[in-house]
């Protein structure tokens, strides 16, 4: 990834970043690279970075926004796989209403007072994670957004280049 390219990188502790996932061969390791602060507020930018990654098996968008929720992404040539952690963060979050028009789900009205994922469950069952897990995952009160996607990745067996982007955006 060019970072030089005058965006502002994502400050990790601000809760919000955007970080990349692929591997060129599904026999390669996962690399992992953080994308610019902009790609968290800019789902259609979000894709079109995901597809410039040089992956057969395509790249993975991990997105955490706040404190409220994340987006997970999966692009492969033409197709696009999309997973929102909590729909009612469209009714504060234009990133999260960018993804619910993206999927053509209408925004909740702001009483709605349960966590309710949107999108594709199945986005990373054939990596080893099914619906289920995904959906306790993203339903749980407990775990900020950074912390699931940690998990997320640990499960998908990309914990350490997740961190190491991370890490590389702290310093």
Not at 8 to 13: D, F, L, N, Y
Not at 112 to 131: N, R
């Amino acid at each position: 990834m060019d970072h030089g390219s005058g965006v502002t990188m994502t400050e990790v502790s601000s809760g919000d970043f955007a970080v990349v996932v692929y591997r060129e061969d599904e026999t390669d390791p996962w690399q992992a690279d953080l994308l610019p602060f902009a790609l968290t507020e800019d789902l259609r930018g979000l894709i079109h970075a995901l597809r410039q990654q040089p992956s057969i098996t395509g790249a993975i968008g991990l997105v955490a926004v706040g404190d409220d929720f994340f987006v997970a992404l999966r692009v492969k040539s033409d197709q696009v796989t999309v997973f929102l952690s909590d729909v009612t963060a469209a009714v504060d979050w234009d990133f999260a209403r960018q993804v619910l028009e993206y999927l053509d789900i209408d925004v909740p009205d702001d009483d709605l007072d349960q966590v309710l994922p949107a999108g594709d469950l199945s986005i990373f069952v054939d990596l080893g994670l099914d619906e289920m897990e995904l959906g306790a995952l993203s339903g749980d009160l407990d775990l900020y957004p950074d912390e699931v996607l940690a998990s997320i990745a640990g499960r998908l067996g990309f914990a350490q280049p997740f961190e190491r982007a991370l890490d590389d955006a702290s310093e």
